[in-house]
């Protein structure tokens, strides 16, 4: 069975500056999708971002970028420039094939103005 | 486009009552999914559906929790008797298929106390 962990409970950082979120993800499998979701408080969750294991560029979007590291099964989450709604709880999520989504405990992480 | 519409938002209950949930996906996706979340815990899959049938419903505890989507749109989640540790959000999400190619979205859940 596929196992993701998530080894920062929460974390705080200033507006404007740069965040790295962490996951370890362990798995046999060779083709698979890693995600990255957002939860904000009371809010429903949201696709951050998605990485398919056979690319080996890192995906990116706007301010969210992924260093994903396929030997060492780690996939961070970068946020740059972070913003005040990026309050939120985040989630690494792993999906190989027909299985079900896996989702590691979450990172609270808290911008401050 | 409309997203993942979940009815009630917050439900308390006392144990041993029944509870019952509703979730309405995106119009046209085949895929729908049940996730319990407790406190601190990200999402755990309850059942999957796919249009009408179960595709995976192995951590459903089928003694007290049931679900149908019989016309292979809404869906409902019923949990009769209900237990202290039911206590949770229950998400729905959908997907046009299956498989991580296609996006899980994610309704705004319904918060369960359980007295």
């Known amino acids: 069975a596929q196992t993701v962990t998530q080894s920062q409970p929460e974390m705080s950082v200033q507006e404007a500056e740069t965040v790295t979120l962490s996951c370890t993800y362990d798995?046999?499998?060779?083709?698979?999708?890693l995600f990255w979701y957002k939860q904000p408080p009371s809010r429903q969750m949201i696709l951050v971002i998605r990485?398919?294991?056979?690319?080996?560029q890192n995906a990116t979007e706007n301010r969210f970028s992924v260093n994903f590291q396929k030997a060492a099964k780690s996939f961070s989450l970068k946020i740059s420039d972070s913003q005040l709604g990026d309050t939120a709880m985040y989630f690494c999520?792993?999906?190989?094939?027909?299985?079900?989504?896996?989702f590691g405990t979450g990172t609270r992480l808290t911008i401050i103005p | 486009e409309a997203g993942v519409a979940q009815s009630p938002r917050y439900k308390i209950i006392e144990k041993r009552q029944s509870v019952a949930f509703w979730c309405n996906p995106i119009?046209?996706?085949?895929?729908l999914y049940w996730y319990q979340q407790i406190l601190g815990q990200g999402p755990k899959l309850l059942i999957q559906?796919?249009?009408?049938?179960?595709?995976?419903d192995s951590q459903l505890p089928k003694d007290r929790f049931s679900a149908e989507r019989l016309k292979g749109v809404d869906s409902t989640l019923k949990i009769q008797p209900a237990k202290l540790e039911d206590s949770a959000v229950y998400l729905c999400?959908?997907?046009?298929?299956?498989?991580?190619?296609?996006?899980?979205?994610f309704g705004p859940g319904t918060r369960l106390t359980v007295t």
């Open positions: 999400a959908s997907s046009l298929e299956a498989g991580g190619t296609y996006e899980q979205y």
């Open positions: 798995t046999s499998e060779n083709n698979y999708y």
């Open positions: 990485q398919e294991a056979y690319k080996q």
């Open positions: 999520a792993f999906h190989f094939g027909n299985e079900k989504l896996t």
């Open positions: 119009s046209g996706h085949a895929t």
């Open positions: 559906f796919q249009n009408n049938g179960v595709v995976d």
